[in-house]
C-alpha cells in the first residue's frame, strides 16, 4: 500500500530537509537536501550525495533503535533521499546529549574540547533560530506550554536510552560519540523520536586518531567534509 504513496504538497521546507503530504494524511514524506548548514542558518554549504548519505544513515539508526524498543517516526525507506514516516506534532525543543564537552558548551562553562564528562549532560534548546536557539530547563518547558512533567520525563528517558545504544555502536566501530541531538514528536499522546539521526546531528570522532567528522569538518574549515560523511557511512552502515 506504501509503495503506491505518492508525494503531494509540500508542507514545510527546512535547512536540511523537506516534508511532503501523502495521500495518507498519517503518513509523510521526509526528503534529505544536499544542503549542510550550521550556526542557526547563519553558514551553508553542500556536497553531492549529503542527502542521500543522511537519508540512509537516519534509516539505519531508526531501525536500529526500533530493535531497542525507541518508539521512532520512522515508516520505510522510499525514493533515493526520501524517507516515509509518521506524521507526529513536534515538540519544538532540541534534545543534545553530551557525553564530552565540545562546541557551545566549551566556551559557556570553559572546558577543554573532548574533555570527558563524568555523567552525560542532557540539555533542552528552544527551537527558534532567530533566538539561536537558547537553552531552557524543564520548568521553562512546562512554562510555556511546549511539554508536560510526564512528558518532559519520557522525553529525557529516551534520549538517555537513545545515546546509550548508539554511543556502544560507534564504540565498537572504533567512534566516539561525543554528543547528538535529537527532536521528538507526539501522536496519540506517546511520544517517539522524530527528525533525523544523522552525521548532521551528531558528533563524531576516530577513537584513536581523534580526527572529526560531518559538520564539525565544514565548521572548523578543515577540508574533506564530503569524503569524512563517505567514511562514516563506509564504518557504519552494515
Ligand atoms: N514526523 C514528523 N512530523 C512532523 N514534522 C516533523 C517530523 N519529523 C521532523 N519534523 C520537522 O520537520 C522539519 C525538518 O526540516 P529541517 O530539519 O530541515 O528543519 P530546520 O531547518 O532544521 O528547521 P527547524 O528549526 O524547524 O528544525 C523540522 O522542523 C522538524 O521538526
Ligand atoms: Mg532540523
Do not use: W
Not at 511532503?20 to 550550521?38: G, N
Not at 519544538?92 to 563524568?118: H, S, T, W
Not at 577540508?223 to 557511512?233: D, H, K, Q, R, T
Amino acid at each position: 500500500m506504501e509503495d503506491s504513496l505518492e508525494k503531494k504538497g509540500l508542507l514545510y521546507e527546512g535547512k536540511a530537509k523537506r516534508l511532503f503530504a501523502t495521500k495518507d494524511e498519517l503518513l509523510l514524506i521526509q526528503e534529505f537536501k544536499d544542503d549542510l548548514v550550521i550556526d542557526h542558518g547563519k553558514r551553508k554549504t553542500k556536497f553531492k550525495g549529503k542527502g542521500n548519505i543522511n537519508c540512509e544513515f537516519s534509516a539505519f539508526m531508526f531501525e536500529y533503535l526500533e530493535n531497542y524498543h525507541i518508539p521512532t517516526h520512522f515508516q520505510k525507506k522510499f525514493k533515493k533521499n526520501s524517507m516515509i514516516v509518521k506524521r507526529v506534532e513536534m515538540i519544538p525543543i532540541e534534545v543534545a546529549v553530551r557525553n564530552f564537552a565540545a562546541g557551545a558548551m566549551l566556551r559557556r562553562y570553559n572546558l577543554e574540547d573532548g574533555q570527558k564528562l563524568e555523567y552525560p549532560v542532557i540539555e533542552h534548546l528552544l527551537k527558534d533560530d532567530s533566538l539561536s536557539d537558547p537553552l531552557v530547563n524543564d520548568y521553562h518547558c512546562f512554562a510555556f506550554g511546549l511539554a508536560t512533567p510526564d512528558e518532559m520525563r519520557a522525553i529525557n528517558r529516551l534520549a538517555s536510552k537513545v545515546n546509550a545504544i548508539l554511543r556502544s555502536f560507534f564504540q565498537r566501530r572504533g567512534l566516539v560519540l561525543i554528543d547528538l541531538k535529537m527532536e521528538f514528536g507526539k501522536r496519540e499522546s506517546q511520544i517517539m523520536l522524530a527528525d533525523e539521526i544523522s552525521p548532521d546531528v551528531m558528533r563524531i570522532r576516530d577513537a584513536k586518531s581523534g580526527k572529526k567528522f560531518g559538520g564539525d569538518r565544514f565548521r572548523y574549515e578543515m577540508g574533506g567534509v564530503a569524503e569524512s560523511y563517505e567514511e562514516l557511512a563506509e564504518r557504519t552502515l552494515k
